[in-house]
């Protein structure tokens, strides 16, 4: 039983979780046989899926410390969160401002079995963990823990990264979006990486083809398709970019890095 009383049953280990083989392709040890396996084809696939993990990660740390430090946000909701992984988002935007707050959700009972990893915080900020699915982001909105964490009068960064590629366009995707941002006042922000077909379709074609092996549903979209994700916003400079490309720090050299290695667009965009 874990600190949430998730008895370790109710984690499937019959088939393969996203969580889970997104934590393999990290290096983590919190995935099974099942995970391993399918994360294992995918890599046969696209043997740099894991500088892709690592990638989407370094972005995230960057635009988390760019919105704490450069646009003064202390309040995050981050959604489709993972199984931890260290720096987490709140110790990276915590770094930058003690007092920041986060708010982790994700559908994966896994996330919910390893979310008091998420939940240690310097003691003048606050974290929180609501377990919920993306496609119901009334409900995420909601949450009695989001209020009890966050003040909506005030703004907000909201990050979905490496989230809706998982979600085809039947649950309507870009509607989710606009519901999540709606409540939230100017100055709040929008962070977003997703999977793209544009540098390799052929790499995609693979891949998708082992997620729905899985019973994965996984669906790419071009620059434009992502760009639209932040329609209505102010996007920060410089826009739709490869998540290397987007404001690397002083020594790193993206210009090294192959875009069909990474095959990921990746923004910021500011609600005004
Ligand atoms: C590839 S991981 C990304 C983790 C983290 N956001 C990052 O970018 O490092 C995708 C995460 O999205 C979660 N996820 C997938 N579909 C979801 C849904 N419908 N609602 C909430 N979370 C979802 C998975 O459980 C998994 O933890």
Known sequence: MTDYGLAPDQIDTTKPHPARMY???LN????????????????????TVRLNATVNRGFIH???????????????LDIGT??????NLHQVAQGVIPEARVVYTDYDPIVLAYAQALLIGTPEGRTAYVQSDVRDPERIMSAPELHETLDLTQPVAISVNALFHFIPEEDKPYEIVRKLMEPLVPGSYLMLTHSTH???EETWRNVIQVYKESGIS???????EV????DGLELIDPGVSEPHQWKPDPGDRPETTRSADINMWAGVARKS
């Not at 993972?82 to 720096?87: F, K, L, Q, R, S």
């Open 227 to 230: 760009g639209a994700f932040f």
């Open 62 to 76: 960057r635009a988390t410390r760019w919105l704490a430090r450069e646009a003064g946000v202390r309040q995050f």
């Open 82 to 87: 993972g199984i931890p992984t260290e720096p």
């Open 218 to 224: 996984f669906t790419t979209r071009s620059q434009s």
């Open 23 to 25: 934590d393999f392709y």
């Open 198 to 200: 544009d540098f390799s």
């Open 28 to 47: 983590g040890k919190d995935h099974y046989e099942v995970d391993a396996e399918a994360a294992g084809r995918v890599l046969d696939v696209y043997p």
